[in-house]
């Protein structure tokens, strides 16, 4: 079982929508959760860091952490054509090491 | 933006050749690390250091090797390339005080091995 699991899309929304991006890990004990996006032939750029449960807002960003059912969450509101990239989710237990999830490629269309 | 860079960004190169991949970063991280992306899978980690002659292998197998002896540079060597590790290496960097774990990335070295 891989230790974070991630649906790869690809997802296609319109401008302005509300994009909702969704991970789930499997060991509960992971505290530290991490989202980057990452454009094609780039390196992953951090988006979120946040740690234990909640949720964390940065702009147009919200991250959310559900540690009772192992849920990671990513909000992007008023999506824009410049949000379009593969999103990436990680998580780890003791903020070392990290366990990355395969990607979820996001479309924002104008 | 992160002040960590990758030379080069593209190579190709013949099997057998040895490669050394750079990575170097100017935050006075002590945390760095080396992963393995290819297209539709996770990162994987298969090098990461915590300091000055501080290396570990990752969770990935692999045939590489690195060496810490700054605390800004932390290359990664193929003795004798092969096509299977034909894939992106993407470097990493973070602090080492209690609390603060973000990576931050350089932009990738791709690799390709006839």
């Known amino acids: 079982q891989k230790e974070v699991e991630q649906d790869p899309g690809p997802l296609s929304v319109p401008e302005g929508a509300i994009v909702s991006l969704n991970c789930t890990y499997s060991?509960?004990?992971?505290?530290?959760f991490m989202w980057y996006r990452q454009y094609s032939r780039k390196g992953p750029e951090l988006l979120m860091y946040?740690?234990?449960?909640g949720n964390k807002e940065d702009g147009r960003f919200t991250a959310q952490v559900d540690k009772s059912s192992k849920y990671i969450s990513l909000f992007i509101r008023d999506s824009q054509p410049s949000d379009s990239a593969t999103y990436l989710c990680?998580?780890?237990?003791?903020?070392?090491?990290?366990?990355f999830g395969t990607g979820t490629s996001l479309t924002v269309i104008p | 933006e992160a002040d960590i860079y990758q030379t080069p960004r593209y190579l190709v190169i013949g099997t057998g050749k040895k490669i050394t991949l750079e990575c170097s970063q100017t935050?006075?991280?002590?945390?760095m690390y080396w992963y393995q992306q290819d297209p539709g899978m996770e990162l994987h980690l298969i090098h990461y250091?915590?300091?000055?002659?501080?290396?570990e292998k990752g969770d990935l197998s692999s045939e590489s090797t690195v060496s810490r002896i700054r605390t800004e540079h932390f290359p990664l060597t193929l003795e004798s390339a092969r096509p299977s590790h034909t894939s992106q290496y993407l470097c990493?960097?973070?602090?080492?005080?209690?609390?603060?774990?973000?990576?931050?990335f350089g932009p990738g070295t791709r690799l390709t091995v006839t």
């Open positions: 250091s915590y300091g000055v002659n501080s290396t």
């Open positions: 946040t740690y234990s449960s």
């Open positions: 990680a998580g780890s237990n003791t903020g070392n090491q990290f366990y």
């Open positions: 935050m006075g991280h002590d945390k």
């Open positions: 990493a960097s973070s602090e080492s005080a209690a609390g603060v774990n973000e990576q931050y």
């Open positions: 060991n509960s004990a992971f505290q530290y």
